[in-house]
């Protein structure tokens, strides 16, 4: 394979991930917004590590 050929796949391949990194890093804004807004409490965790279920309330 052509040294240029590769050099082009990496670089694209650098780019994809810049971008998907960038839409995981979006939706997880969006997410903490909606979190946020709609006033969700954590899961609190009992004693022996295991976590109490989530209840919504209307």
Do not use: F, K
Not at 15 to 20: I, K, P
């Amino acid at each position: 394979m052509d040294p240029r050929h590769q050099t082009s796949n990496v670089v694209d391949a650098s780019w994809s991930l810049a971008d998907l990194r960038d839409l995981i890093y979006n939706m997880l804004s969006l997410l903490s917004v909606e979190l946020g807004e709609s006033g969700a409490r954590r899961a609190t965790t009992r004693r022996d590590g295991r976590s109490l279920p989530c209840t919504r309330r209307p």
